[in-house]
């Protein structure tokens, strides 16, 4: 084989309802997600005697548990073809974050193993593997803008797709995970003076019924997310996914990290941060 590299992109939730808590254990979800394309780790591929993989993050695991692994495994199994090769993982999205990371890393992984194995599984059956690795790895194996139901993997491609938005990603030193928002989803109570109803930006609805949850425990979030909100620059903010990210749409004239070196300055020295802007219809 050629070495060759993909990027995984990371992901946010413009809108996100949670409908139902299903037999499964899993929740009816109704959610709008789109890439961020400026903002990916990137998987390498390259020969070698026996299947390696590798991680430059040393605070994720680079075993049989690590997303990437499992996607291996499960393609093996599912075409019954062994996977030989290197992958090697560079990581630029952080994880916890609500951004997708782990699960664009599986099915870029997968995307991957199809391209080194000329199609052996085809496309639907590639997007079972990629259902049985995590609610949003099918998402990952499109590309464009999607309404996902379902739990998830029910993937509707958006025609006409939203217009491409200014953003501004913060994230604190801490991660949450997404089980236990959804766990506590369904009885969570709103914080006063917190902003919970939709909002609008260019014609898109932002929305996340994972806030209320979310910011019960981390009461921080919600600080943030106000903090956004009264910004001249801001036009929306909204937690991602089940966070820790809370994102802000910008007005096109804002000074992004001007705006970031703020949030550092009157909240958290330590806050991650990313300005780019999400994909479009060309991308």
Partial sequence: MIPFRLDAPAKIN???????????????IDTLMVKLPQLADR???EPSATFEFACDDPSLPADETNLVVKAVRAYEAA?????IC???????????????GGSSDAATTLLGLEQIHEGALGRQKLATV????????PFFLNPGAARCTGRGEIIEPLTPPP??????LLKPAFGV???????????????????YSAQESQGVELVNDLEAPVFQKFRFLAELKQWLLIRKEVAAALLCGSGSTVFAVLHPEADAQALATA?????????????????????
């Fill in 14 to 28: 413009l809108s996100l309802r949670v409908l139902t808590r299903r037999d499964d254990g899993f929740h009816e």
């Fill in 43 to 45: 998987l390498h591929f």
């Fill in 79 to 83: 075409a019954q073809i062994p996977c």
């Fill in 86 to 100: 290197r992958i090697s993982l560079e990581k630029r999205i952080p994880h916890g974050a609500g951004l997708g």
């Fill in 130 to 137: 990629a259902a049985s690795l995590g609610c949003d790895v």
């Fill in 163 to 168: 217009p491409p938005l200014p953003v501004l």
């Fill in 177 to 195: 995970a997404t089980a236990q928002a959804y766990e506590r989803w369904q009885g969570a109570g709103a914080i006063p003076g917190v902003r």
């Fill in 263 to 283: 949030a550092l300055l009157e909240l958290d020295p330590s806050l991650w941060n990313w300005s780019g802007t999400t994909e479009g219809p060309s991308a």
